[in-house]
C-alpha cells in the first residue's frame, strides 16, 4: 500500500546522496588534475573518470522539467521550417496536439495526415519523438498525448479501454476523412479495434491506413518472457500487488494507478534492451524521478491485461466495446502494414501479424509486411533503423495506398532506400 510513498521518498533521498557524492568525486577530480604531474597520463585518466562519473551522479540528482517534444525545426524542400505544437483538443485524460508546419512560399503541401498513438505503457508521448520528428518532412503529424493519471483529479472519473476507444474515435473525427493511423507497442490494440468499428459503421473518418508496429494483437505468439510472467500471475495478483493509490501531493491523490516507475523497472529486469549499460544509468533510469514516467489509471492497465493478455479477446474475435462487437474482418479498404523487429523480446515476432489473419475483408494490394533483421522494441519506432529505413517504409506505403484511391500525395523527401537495408518485405500470408 505504501510502495508508492516509498518510491518518492527513496528518490528524494537518492537525489540528495547523489548531489553530495556528486559534489565529492567533482571536487577529488580536480584535486588529482591540479596536483598529479603534466606527462603522467594514468592521472589523467583517472581524473577523467572522476569528472565523468561526478556528472551522471548530479544528473541523477537534478530535478527534471517536464517533458517536452521540444521539435522547433524541421527541412521542407531543403529549407528550414518552424514547428508549433498546438493541442486540438484537451480531454481528462488526454490530448490530441498537432504538430504544424509550412515552408515558405506560396506553394503549400499536400501530405498526408498522420495520426499517432501514444502508448500507455509507463512513459510519456515523448518516447516517440524520433517518430514524429522524421515523419514531419513529408507529413501532416497528430499525436495522441496521454496525461499522468496522478494528474487528474478523481472526480474526473476513471479511464479504460472504451475511454481510449471514444478519445481515438473523436480525434480521428477532429482530424477528418482520409487521415492515416499508426500505432505502437500497446496502442495497436486500440488502433485495430477503432479501426474495426468505425468500417463496421461505414464511418465516413475510417483511417485510410493503418500502420502496426511492435504490438500485442495476439501475445500468446511465440510468448515472450514479458507476456508469459503477465499471463501466470493473474489479474488478482496483479490487482493486489502492483496498482497503488496515488499519494498526496499530486492532483490525482487516491486514484488507483499502475505507476510508471513499477512498469519501467519491471521491463529492465524481464526484458533488458541495452545489456551493457552503466550502473549508474540503470539507477538514473529507476530513481530519477518520474522524468518520462506515466501512470495508468488501474482500470485501464488491469482491462488490458485481462482482455489483451490473458483472454485474448482480440485475438479469439471477442473484444467488445459498449456493446458493440469489434471484428477486424469487417475492414475492407483500410490499407494495413505491419512491422515488428526480429530482435524484440518484448513483443515477439508474429504477435503484430496476427492483424493480417484477422483482418479478412482487406484485400492483398492492400496489405504489407515489414520485418526489419536485428532490431529489438525500441528500434522500431527510434533511433538509426526507424530513421534510416523504417520510417521511409511507412511513407512509401502510404502513398501507395492513396494512389488507389486517386490521391497524389507530395512525394517523400527521402533517398532510395538501401538494397542492404535490414528490412525483410513479405506478402502476408491469411492464416487457412
Same mark, same amino acid.
Given at each position: ?6 518510491? $518518492? ?34 592521472? =589523467? ?12 551522479? $548530479? ?32 480531454? &481528462? ?8 508546419? $509550412? ?24 518516447? +516517440? ?5 522524421? +515523419? ?37 473525427? $477532429?482530424?477528418? &476523412? ?36 511492435? *504490438? ?55 526484458? &533488458? ?17 518520474? *522524468? ?8 485501464? #492497465? ?29 475492414? =475492407? ?50 533511433? &538509426? ?10 511513407? #512509401? ?36
Amino acid at each position: 500500500m505504501f510502495v508508492y510513498q516509498a518510491h $518518492e521518498y527513496l528518490s528524494q533521498s537518492l537525489k540528495a546522496t547523489f548531489n553530495a557524492a556528486a559534489q565529492a568525486l567533482a571536487l577529488q577530480g580536480k584535486l588529482v588534475k591540479f596536483f598529479s604531474p603534466k606527462a603522467d597520463p594514468s592521472c =589523467d585518466e583517472l581524473a577523467h573518470n572522476l569528472m565523468s562519473s561526478a556528472r551522471i551522479l $548530479e544528473h541523477i540528482g537534478s530535478e527534471h522539467p517536464p517533458a517536452a517534444f521540444g521539435l522547433k525545426t524541421t527541412k521542407i524542400n531543403g529549407q528550414d521550417c518552424s514547428v508549433s505544437e498546438e493541442t486540438l483538443v484537451d480531454k &481528462p485524460f488526454g490530448r490530441l496536439l498537432h504538430f504544424k508546419c $509550412e515552408p515558405p512560399g506560396p506553394a503549400a503541401r499536400h501530405v498526408p495526415k498522420i495520426l499517432l498513438l501514444a502508448p500507455i505503457s509507463g512513459h510519456k508521448a515523448t518516447i +516517440l519523438r524520433d517518430t514524429v520528428r522524421d +515523419l514531419l518532412p513529408d507529413s501532416d503529424v497528430y499525436v495522441a498525448e496521454w496525461k499522468d493519471a496522478r494528474e487528474v483529479p478523481l472526480k474526473q472519473g476513471f479511464f479504460d479501454l472504451d475511454t481510449y476507444f471514444d478519445y481515438v474515435q473523436d480525434y480521428l473525427h $477532429e482530424i477528418g &476523412p482520409q487521415a492515416h493511423l499508426i500505432g505502437i507497442s500497446q496502442s495497436t490494440v486500440p488502433a485495430l479495434s477503432v479501426t474495426s468499428l468505425m468500417a463496421a459503421r461505414k464511418d465516413p473518418c475510417t483511417p485510410m491506413s493503418m500502420t502496426l508496429m511492435c *504490438g500485442p494483437i495476439d501475445p500468446s505468439i511465440k510468448e515472450t518472457e514479458v507476456s508469459r510472467l503477465t499471463r501466470q500471475q493473474g489479474i488478482d495478483w496483479l490487482r493486489q500487488n502492483v496498482i497503488m493509490p496515488v499519494p498526496q501531493g499530486y492532483a490525482g491523490a487516491g486514484r488507483p494507478v499502475y505507476p510508471g516507475f513499477v512498469q519501467s523497472a519491471g521491463i529492465m529486469m524481464v526484458a &533488458p534492451q541495452k545489456q551493457h549499460q552503466h550502473p549508474l544509468h540503470t539507477i538514473n533510469e529507476l530513481f530519477r524521478g518520474q *522524468g518520462e514516467k506515466l501512470d495508468a489509471d488501474a482500470p485501464y #492497465y488491469l482491462q488490458m491485461i485481462e482482455d489483451i493478455f490473458i483472454k485474448r479477446r482480440l485475438a479469439r474475435g471477442t473484444l467488445t466495446s459498449r456493446n458493440e462487437k469489434i471484428d477486424p474482418g469487417k475492414i =475492407d479498404r483500410t490499407g494495413l502494414l505491419v512491422v515488428e523487429g526480429s530482435n524484440d523480446n518484448i513483443t515477439a515476432p508474429g504477435q503484430t501479424k496476427a492483424a493480417h489473419d484477422l483482418c479478412k475483408g482487406i484485400p492483398d494490394h492492400l496489405r504489407d509486411y515489414q520485418l526489419v533483421v536485428g532490431a529489438g522494441h525500441y528500434d522500431v519506432f527510434s533511433g &538509426p533503423l526507424w530513421e534510416s529505413n523504417i520510417s521511409n517504409k511507412i511513407k #512509401y506505403f502510404i502513398r501507395k495506398i492513396a494512389a488507389f484511391e486517386g490521391i497524389a500525395y507530395d512525394p517523400p523527401q527521402v533517398a532510395a532506400l538501401s538494397k542492404a537495408a535490414p528490412i525483410q518485405s513479405q506478402k502476408p500470408a491469411l492464416a487457412a
